[in-house]
């Protein structure tokens, strides 16, 4: 897979194949459930027969040799005219496996093919006294797990039946890339109207003739935004698909009961959006079936159905998505109640950062655990969280996103001859400030009776600026659950403008949503509303003075391709009081050690997309400016031969996941960096 | 032999190697992004892109004198930003480095033109304004 089209190829077969197992899913989800029977057998088929021909195709040979023996029980299911439940886990196994391959990731599978087979076994009577390597009539050889023998790839693979039909079908693959391309060129044109207005001396000041024209071209441009935003936009279920097994799977695992539904799963969001959304939202799923669905006993006692109710609610709201996840379960506790009541309110109390008790981190999924990484990844897109729980009724995590990234209504103001921007989504309104009151030592402002914090935006972003004049503007903001007043200089106005990233380079620096060019060629930072919300911070002065030594402290990469077990390492890591920095992947790894030379340490997963843990200690182990950096292996795999294959590759520490706990974790690498 | 930008910063003589620079540019004032790091001075307007702007002399650990005149524009890695300097004082062959030098930012020095000259390596540059503040 090397040259240009073969990973084109790639890239369309990975998003078919993915497609076509996500539908296969839900139909044996079905099957399971006993909603569905023999009649689901050919869809299923067609499916699976597909992804094996494009496969053979392409030359991915597992996935072949998978697909076939998918194939093979399909069509028995078919023959036999019944579809017994049990034989949709196994099947059910099969397509993670295959998605896991369709994805690059080298999956053990013939364990896979020895259940598959024995699964057919479930199969009436009579099929059963048929050996295996006899197969069955529309099967064309045995499913034995090795390659099979008889197939002529050429003859077999493009399945014309199965195929997509080419015609009437008034769909297009485009590359996502070319869609970006896109929509940043309409924002390069809207930018370059704004100047064009700008230079025009204002859109009043036009003569008529000149005003018609431009209001022409304005029309256009934005029904050209608004398409071009539109192909970037893809439904909820092209992740929502998924939940259903993983909810599944987590609910068997953790023995509960629990009914699962999406709602609205045709809503739209940015394909970025979307791309990073399963895994919060995934953890969120989690976090309700592990703490928020109660044992079938204690819901019985509480007066509830057996059966757990967990649900998404994917709702539009204009150029906002509402994404609720809902569960019936236990809520929060009394005691969490009061704190909240005190103090930030419950949003606020659980989403501080790290928060949980110690009895809580050791479980994979604390409730608060991870929750201060969902609600940091949604203020890092311009959204906003909020909770809300009784004890008792239930628990509610509302996400609230942009539709689309790329351009987003932002309220302009002026601060210190700086100008910023803030979501318009955030802004309850614009007033005037004549009178501050104290309220617990800190300035507060009466809001038509209700008494809110109140802050210079300037001393909330951490800019210097000049102290303001009497009786100045503000912006009533909420996000987070949480309401406050910032006051600046000017409220300029709201405009839809492009958002510009801020590049890798401010990556540590967080709070922006990234920055706009405005029409005199000015750059206005974008504010993520969460930081004018969040209370006066206690530092900075400008910042061209080397006050601090630039040396930075040592850092902990932690690398891990689950969201969240890289969080939970994180909170723990960082409550012991190490920056941490983080990554996806062993590649991921790779080239921030290249970026950050101050990385002390390195904590890693052992099997990881891209490039695993072994390969990564490896690649340390043989650069010489990183071949003494320690490095920690946690893993699954807890056995002596793994542990003796990851110090042979020259790891310092090997710990298996389920014996790990925060303490073991901090000793390790206390010792390790020396403190 | 290698073609380098040699320049000028803090009353010191540097070299960057020609294929990191993109540009030379007219320093102009930048928009402070608040809670950066120290050597981050801003961003600025790039034709219609964010370009971060930081202080070479800061990075190189130097004391910042006066404001400076001129901006290079570098890449390496992927990213891009500029360095204010003071001036460029040519473009040319040198022989790369023939002894070792302070900063950690440099690959070393070599004596030419009757001073020291340090060898800039934005790859080691970069890497360190990724760090968080």
Known sequence: MTSGIDAELAGMFRDEATERLDQMDTTLLAVESGAAGAEVADGLFRHVHTVKGAASLLGFDDIRIVAHAVEDVLAEVRTAAVFPPQLAAPLIRATAVLRAQVAGVDEPFHNLLADLAASRSALPAGREAQQPPAGPPPSREAPRGEAPVNEAPDGEAPDHEAAAPRTGRRTLRVPAEKIDRLLDAVGEVMQYQGQLIHTLGGQHQLPPGVADVMDGGERMLTELKDTAIGMRTLPLSVISRRLPVAVRDMARQAGKDVGFAVHGADTELDRVILETLHDPLAHLLSNAVIHGIEPAAERAQAGKPARGRLEVRAVPHGSLVEIVVADDGRGVSADVLEQARRGSGLTGVLTRAGYSTAAEVTDLAGRGVGLDAVSSYVRSLGGSLDVRSEPGRGMEVVLLLPLALAILEVLLFERGAAVYGVPLSAVEEVVVITRTMTLDGRPSVDLRGQPLPVADAAALIGAAAPPLPGEPPALVISADGRRAVATCDAVLGQRETVVKPLGPLFGGTGGYLGASILGDGRIALLIEPAVLTRGPRHTLMPSALPSEEPAAAPRILVVEDSFTVRELQRSILEAGGYPVTTARDGRDALSMLHRDPGIALVVTDLDMPELSGLELTRAIRADPARSSLPVVIVTSNGSEDDRRRGIEAGADAYMAKHAFDQHTLLATVERLVGR | ?133
């Not at chain 2, 380098?4 to 930048?30: H, I, M, Q, S, T």
């Not at chain 2, 290079?72 to 891009?80: D, F, I, R, T």
């Not at chain 2, 030419?112 to 000259?117: N, P």
């Open chain 2, 1 to 133: 032999m290698s073609v380098y930008v040699c320049l000028r910063v803090a009353a010191e003589a540097y070299a960057v190697p020609v294929g990191d620079v993109r540009e030379v540019l007219e320093a102009v004032p930048v928009t402070a992004v608040p809670r950066a790091l120290p050597e981050i001075l801003g961003v600025r307007n790039l034709r219609g892109q964010i370009l971060p702007v930081a202080s070479l002399a800061l990075i190189l650990g130097r004391q910042v004198t006066a404001p400076s005149a001129l901006l290079l524009v570098a890449e390496s890695g992927g990213l891009q930003a500029g360095f204010a300097i003071d001036e460029v004082t040519g473009v040319g062959e040198l022989s790369g480095p023939t002894g070792p030098a302070e900063s950690p930012m440099l690959t070393g020095a070599v004596l030419a033109g009757g001073e020291l000259v340090g060898f800039i390596d934005m790859a080691r540059v970069f890497g360190s304004l990724a760090r968080s503040p």
